[in-house]
DNA sequence: ACCCGTTATGAAAACCTTTTCATAATATGA
DNA sequence: TCATATTATGAAAAGGTTTTCATAACGGGT
């Protein structure tokens, strides 16, 4: 059926060997006799055998990448920047969805494995109870992208998330706001907990204390940022209700302005709202919401080569070095931060 | 260092055929010989090898999935029952997206050539040079998702574009619009036609006539849907304005309402808006934006299903049959074309 | 003229399964 | 008791590469 290595050297005359040896260019081969291979696998249409050279060399040439939601754009250009960079050396990639579900996050680190790729980029779950212990185990190199789990020693491709958590909080108090509430993202995510130490952080540099009245807690849904506010609202009364609100990503952010609308309160003339992530819908919402971007994009094509990177030293047998890479991000002014509005 | 069949084989006391026997159930073993071997695997944690298996089985239990845009929330759903299907066989999947762009959709399906998938499902980019043939040519069992390619005898599961046109029209006509527009979707994806076919008929069988100026095209995108209210009011003298507007999915129905927005023009008092497919963000702006939906979510497990039965049948080398599959869609009613508003 | 170091190629082993074929052991029926 | 099925297992081939080892040819140095 499909047209073997052997046919190859039949039709061109010479050895499987060498046919192997032009297609790989892994040792000199007289000009003449390549240009009857080649020809041979060009009349043929042959193409290599996946499982045999898979088989033989030890090596799926198969990348993973997991990532709790591919629906959340900030993920998809993440997921779009780590593919181009595979698919520029002719590998290929495995995407995962885990649904931010620690047991689907197993499920499809388990696939990961039985496919025996080369290697795995993750945005882990949590970080406790994550796949990525079995994929060490497993001997699968690995990098972190987005979230740095804790307790694992291992090269991880981060945002500045404190840094934009001071921006955020700067940009603010520089608006005039002085009751600055933040709503939190779910324990345990890394990039949430970060972003609210750099507001902590931002607050105390200029002089002023932490409320908790004005901090509530969120799981990075659309919904949550609703309730967020909400209680908020609620748990002060009206002398002391935050004028504005750091939120740690733009899908509860959006879940503020839409309740504050529903509250009839106005943004940004009553409360002023900064997200993170600088999702498409943060651009498209009424007013539209003020984020902290990072290059995500630059994100996944680095981790991607550093991913690479590790596989080749190990292919050399040589030390694997754990790098940490952080990019700093910067301020989208939008309208629900504007100065002097309302 | 990784353990093989034949480590299992020596350890439990037996050949290597027993111990593959006892893995895949393909012929009786003796009760204690199995126990022996089960054991042996255990204590060795032996995992069949994907590269020895798919090479002899000339089978990658692998399973292509091409969408145009995986951080579109109707495709991650799409993808999602798929992949949930899929996975209940132990059965791996690779997505693609390929960003609407035809040269992308054919690396990508040159991905699944060469990772030699046992079969695809695919959400053409466009009808004309696409990946499909490709994967004809090369005997890789195809179905069709959500649009179907015209000139290919395939497997197709659908929704009922053209009845949701239908239901659109009959839902603004109902409400009292008698100037209803349309915005189209690219040329040659077919969903967007059949929608556009199905508003036709349901101005015809009012006895209403289609009136060219009420007609503009776009391109699915959030600024197209712009681009599209901004011309339509460019084009028309205000006595003929439109009073409803059936757009070929929601993310330009949300374009239309931010532009209506910035025009001050009400929505829904002045101009009514349906869109097509029922996203997140539908729900999310204001005002929220009527639509219809399809149930993506059975429909990619339908076509996975479909799927494995094509690729069972190739297998008994039974004949493949062709069927098409069209799930209806319902009205989901919102904001932007609520009765007496404004 | 002889030896040696390249350069170009082939033969065969190894990678790890599954499956066919053969055989041994056991059970069944007369 | 013997012939015949049936059940349980092993040996070996096949699937398609890559790579080591061996060999042949050839040019250059003495």
């Known amino acids: 059926m499909e047209p073997t290595i052997l046919d190859v050297a039949e039709q061109a005359g010479v050895s499987p060997s060498t046919v192997s040896r032009v297609i790989n260019e892994t040792a000199p081969v007289a000009e003449a006799t390549k240009k009857k291979v ?21 090596a799926s040439n198969v990348f993973g990448i997991i990532v709790p939601d591919i629906s959340n754009p900030f993920f998809s250009t993440l997921i779009r920047g780590a593919e ?16 931010g579900q620690p047991e689907k996050e197993a499920r499809n680190v388990e696939m990961l494995v039985k496919e025996r790729v080369d290697g795995a980029l993750v945005t882990s779950t949590e970080s406790e109870s994550n796949g990525i212990p079995r994929l060490i185990d497993k001997d699968i190199p690995v990098v972190a992208v987005d979230r740095s789990p804790t307790g694992y020693e291992m090269t991880a491709v981060l945002a500045d998330n404190e840094g934009a958590g001071m921006i955020a909080t700067e940009h603010l108090l520089n608006r005039g706001c002085r009751m600055i509430g933040f709503v939190r993202g779910p324990a345990g995510v890394s990039t949430a907990h ?31 940022g ?8 609620a748990a002060n009364n009206e002398s002391e209700f935050p004028d504005g609100l750091v939120v740690a ?7 503020v302005i839409r309740k504050a609308e529903e509250m009839n309160l106005h943004v940004p003339g009553e409360l002023a709202v900064v997200g993170f992530d600088d999702i498409l819908l943060s651009k498209l919402i009424n007013p539209t919401l003020t984020t902290i971007s990072a290059p995500t994009y630059e ?41 002097g509005a309302g």
């Open 38 to 58: 080649t020809e041979a696998i060009e009349s043929l249409g042959y193409r290599t055998n996946k499982f045999a050279h898979a088989l033989r060399k030890q």
């Open 249 to 255: 990503n733009d899908l509860m952010g959006v879940g």
């Open 84 to 99: 181009d960079r595979f698919h520029e050396d002719g590998l290929s990639t495995m995407i995962c969805d885990t649904d």
């Open 194 to 224: 970060e972003r609210f130490i750099g507001y902590v952080n931002g607050l105390e540099s200029r002089g002023l204390e932490v409320q908790e009245g004005l901090i509530a807690r969120g799981d990075f849904t659309f919904n949550s």
């Open 299 to 339: 994100m996944g094509g680095t981790a991607a080569q550093l991913l690479l990177e590790t596989v080749e030293a190990d292919r050399k047998r040589a030390e694997r070095k754990h790098k940490r890479i952080v990019f700093s991000t910067k301020l989208v002014e939008r309208e629900s931060s504007q100065f």
């Open 226 to 233: 609703k309730r967020a506010l909400e209680e908020l609202i």
